[in-house]
C-alpha cells in the first residue's frame, strides 16, 4: 500500500486540532457550535477520541470559509488523508456542517462560493480553485454529524485504517492508499480576511469600488496642504 511523506510545512495552517499519525488515511472534523473559549466537555471527547482512534489531525471546525480554507490547506498537503469524519452538532449561526456536504456534493462556483447550501459567507475565496478540486477528489466524507459517542468516531477511524474494506453505516471503509499526486503546500493568501464583507455580485463589487473612491477623496481634500 502507497504511502507518502506530506509536505515538508504539515499542517500548514495552524488552527483548533491535533496532530497524530501523519500515515493515517483519516482526519476528524468535529462542529464547534460555541466561542471558542467555551468548548464543551462533549466537544472536546470527539475531538480526542479521533486522535487517540489514530486520525492523522483531529480538531474543531467552525466557519464554513476562513475555516474550510484551513482545514483544506491542510489536508491536501498530506496524500495519505482520504476520509474526513465530520461530527458533532449544527451550528445555527453558520450551517457548517450543510455547507461541507455541499462543498463535496457541489463545489464552488466561478466566484469560488460554496453551491447548493444556505450557510451565509460560505466562501472559499482565499484558495486556489486547484486546491479545493484536489480536496473533493482525495478525500471521502463520512457523514457522522449530530453523533454524540465517541465509540462511534472510534469505530468509525478503525473502519478507515483495515486493509480490506469494510462496511461501516452504509458506507464501505478501509484504506485505499495514498492520493497519487504530490502534497499541495501552497498556504492560504489571506486576500480576503471578512468573507462576510465581499460583495455578492459585480453590481455590488462596482458600489462599493465607488464608495471607496470617494472616501478616498474625502480623505485627501481633509489632508493639510504643505507649507501651511
Not at 21 to 39: E, G, M, R, T, Y
Not at 102 to 126: M, P, Q, S, W, Y
Not at 159 to 186: H, K, W
Request: charged share 30%; aromatic share 8%.
Amino acid at each position: 500500500m502507497l504511502k507518502v511523506k506530506p509536505h515538508a510545512d504539515y499542517p500548514i495552517e495552524e488552527g483548533r486540532y491535533l496532530r497524530g499519525n501523519d500515515f493515517s488515511p483519516v482526519a476528524v472534523a468535529i462542529i464547534l457550535n460555541q466561542d471558542d473559549d467555551k468548548i464543551p466537555p462533549e466537544i472536546q471527547s470527539l475531538v480526542r477520541a479521533g486522535l487517540e482512534s489514530g486520525a492523522a489531525l483531529s480538531g474543531t471546525i467552525q466557519t464554513p470559509n476562513i475555516g474550510f480554507e484551513k482545514m483544506i490547506g491542510n489536508l491536501v498537503a498530506n496524500p495519505n488523508v482520504r476520509y474526513l469524519i465530520l461530527g458533532g452538532p449544527e451550528s445555527a449561526g453558520h450551517l457548517t456542517g450543510e455547507a461541507l456536504k455541499a462543498l463535496f456534493l457541489h463545489g464552488v462556483d466561478e466566484k469560488k462560493r460554496i453551491v447548493g447550501t444556505e450557510a451565509l459567507h460560505a466562501a472559499l475565496f482565499n484558495l486556489p480553485k486547484e486546491a479545493i478540486e484536489r480536496f473533493r477528489k482525495q478525500i471521502s466524507l463520512i457523514d457522522l454529524q449530530f453523533e454524540g459517542d465517541t465509540e462511534v468516531i472510534r469505530k468509525a477511524v478503525w473502519s478507515c485504517y483495515q486493509e480490506n474494506m469494510v462496511p461501516f453505516r452504509g458506507y464501505t471503509l478501509g484504506d485505499p492508499g495514498a492520493y497519487p499526486e504530490p502534497p499541495i503546500g501552497d498556504r492560504i493568501t489571506w486576500r480576503v480576511t471578512q468573507p462576510w464583507a465581499e460583495p455578492v455580485d459585480e453590481g455590488e463589487r462596482e458600489a462599493k469600488r465607488r464608495a471607496e473612491e470617494l472616501m478616498e477623496r474625502l480623505r485627501a481634500r481633509s489632508r493639510p496642504k504643505a507649507g501651511i
